[in-house]
């Protein structure tokens, strides 16, 4: 009975491979003629073309919008902001006659300069050391680099008051090191993040081979890291000096000696009291934003180059 059972009883079939089912698959799946991949390929890159000219027309309104008011009167600007019926220059050549732009840009240029090399020279020695020291304790090397990069969650302008009293009990409140200071450690996690990403993806052997070769910390660090770093570099760069044209309320605050006024200073000249020169605000902006979008546009194969840089391993 039992046998009889066994022999008359139905086997199952094997099973199927999972690469025999996913090769059946491939071959069952309808091929696209070539035509039909063509269009899905030009589709695709119409639609990507059109959201990144809708996303660039966005970015840029802002900036044609100010240039267009700063061609209009101030009574224009509040009644028809968009009329291009009676555009002057008379906001430039008041602009130009009230604002000593030589010398605000004289001014920040010293400010970027100084407080950009403080900033790049401390972040650099901070991120060479938490991505190649050996620490006794890992905790510690963690600890420190969330230690600076905790900077970024606080808001820039809560440190404008302590840092005012910092300046008065240092002594040096209006002068250019009142803003120096704050603009390079402002500027430290900012830069440490980015490079110690950049640092982690960048190969030890070349700092291997330069010890081989009887080389000293500060020849490695000078002859062998800093000119892979250069994509990197010159973007912090840019970010941080195009952050010192453009801060406003420490500035404002820190400096009270017009003839060390920077260019962010400058649409604040046409603000009165009881009155704003909306057209010679906006003539003083453009002039300030023109010289910032000409640098970024010159150097900006550099700031994508270092934002990518470090990100895939090689």
Known sequence: MTSATVAGRETAPPPVPATERRRGREQHRPTRSPAAERRRRVRT????????????????LPILWIVLLSFQQSDQILSDPFSVQTLT???????I???PLVQMYKNTIII?????????TVSFMASFALT??????RGVQSALLLYFLAGLAVPVYVLLFPVYRLDLA?????????????????????NTLLLTGFLRGMPGELEEAAIIDGAGLFRICWSVVLPVMRPILATV????????????PFVSVLINDPDLATVSLAVS???????????????????????????????QRHVIAGLTAGAVKG
Request: aromatic fraction near 16%.
């Open 45 to 60: 890159r119409i639609i990507v073309a059109g959201i990144a000219y809708l996303v660039t027309f966005l970015v840029v």
């Open 89 to 95: 220059l008379e906001n430039y050549r008041d602009a």
């Open 97 to 99: 006659a009230t604002l």
């Open 112 to 120: 970027a300069a100084v407080a950009v090399t403080i900033g790049m």
């Open 132 to 137: 190649r020291m050996v620490f006794r304790r």
């Open 170 to 190: 240092l002594g040096i409140f209006g002068t250019y090191a009142a803003v120096i200071l704050p603009y390079a450690v402002v500027s430290i996690p900012f």
């Open 237 to 248: 760069v840019i970010f941080n000096v195009v952050y010192v044209f453009n801060e406003f």
């Open 269 to 299: 000249k046409f603000q009165g009291q009881y009155s704003v020169n909306y057209g010679g605000m906006m003539a003083a902006a453009t002039l300030v934003l023109l010289p910032q979008l000409a640098i970024y546009a010159v150097l």
